[in-house]
């Protein structure tokens, strides 16, 4: 498996290796030692989730404040226009945005930290994404980060067809966002 950092950040783009024969293709998606070994903090996932969405939705920027989750991001069918933001107030990307598109036919992978936002648009007209994460679902401690915050400059593939929720719609920008505590 090829890890790689994503834009010199502490994302991590994971590439499995494909075994290919007469019968097909094999890979191992991912192997908690090999990513352990990459990652800045160590991680292992409780939970995994899928979800199921039409072209141009856009679902995010979503964190969990006060269990916060690590997660890997992979795309089952479809393509997407991945997204994560550094809300560490203690870091040194704290504000910036990190995008990259994943496709169901490159079965790569996206590690996103704990501390992060996160986030996708549908470009395909149809993406099943499926994400593991480091912490159970908490709805108390769930967040939103609004989406076309000018302070975060995110170039959205179909911003003015983006179909969101109520709760992505209502979400605060940055500067009025709670924020996750140092030394996370």
């Given at each position: 498996?090829?890890?790689?950092a994503?834009?010199?950040?502490e994302?991590?783009?994971?590439?499995?290796?494909?075994?290919?024969?007469?019968?097909g293709?094999?890979?191992?998606?991912?192997?908690?030692?090999?990513?352990?070994?990459?990652?800045?903090?160590?991680?292992?996932?409780?939970?995994?989730?899928?979800?199921?969405?039409a072209?141009?939705?856009?679902?995010?920027?979503?964190?969990?404040?006060?269990?916060?989750?690590?997660?890997?991001?992979?795309?089952?069918?479809g393509?997407?226009?991945?997204?994560?933001?550094?809300?560490?107030?203690?870091?040194?990307?704290?504000?910036?945005?990190y995008?990259?598109?994943?496709?169901?036919?490159?079965?790569?992978?996206?590690?996103?930290?704990?501390?992060?936002?996160?986030?996708?648009?549908?470009?395909?007209?149809?993406?099943?994404?499926?994400?593991?994460?480091?912490?159970?679902?908490?709805?108390?401690?769930?967040?939103?980060?609004?989406?076309n915050?000018?302070?975060?400059?995110?170039r959205?593939?179909?911003?003015?067809?983006?179909?969101?929720?109520?709760k992505?719609?209502?979400?605060?920008?940055?500067?009025?966002?709670?924020?996750?505590?140092?030394g996370?």
């Amino acid at each position: 498996m090829k890890i790689t950092a994503v834009q010199g950040s502490e994302l991590l783009l994971l590439e499995p290796e494909l075994l290919t024969d007469s019968r097909g293709s094999f890979a191992e998606a991912w192997r908690e030692s090999l990513l352990n070994a990459q990652a800045k903090h160590p991680v292992h996932f409780v939970q995994e989730s899928f979800s199921v969405s039409a072209q141009y939705v856009l679902r995010g920027l979503h964190y969990q404040l006060d269990q916060p989750q690590a997660k890997l991001i992979r795309v089952i069918s479809g393509e997407i226009f991945d997204v994560a933001v550094d809300l560490r107030p203690d870091s040194a990307s704290f504000g910036q945005h990190y995008g990259l598109t994943l496709k169901a036919r490159d079965r790569q992978m996206l590690f996103v930290p704990a501390g992060f936002a996160h986030g996708f648009q549908v470009l395909s007209a149809e993406a099943e994404v499926q994400y593991k994460v480091s912490a159970y679902y908490d709805a108390p401690s769930d967040r939103a980060l609004l989406w076309n915050d000018p302070q975060l400059g995110i170039r959205w593939p179909f911003p003015t067809q983006a179909v969101l929720s109520e709760k992505d719609k209502r979400a605060p920008a940055l500067a009025q966002a709670e924020l996750f505590k140092h030394g996370l």
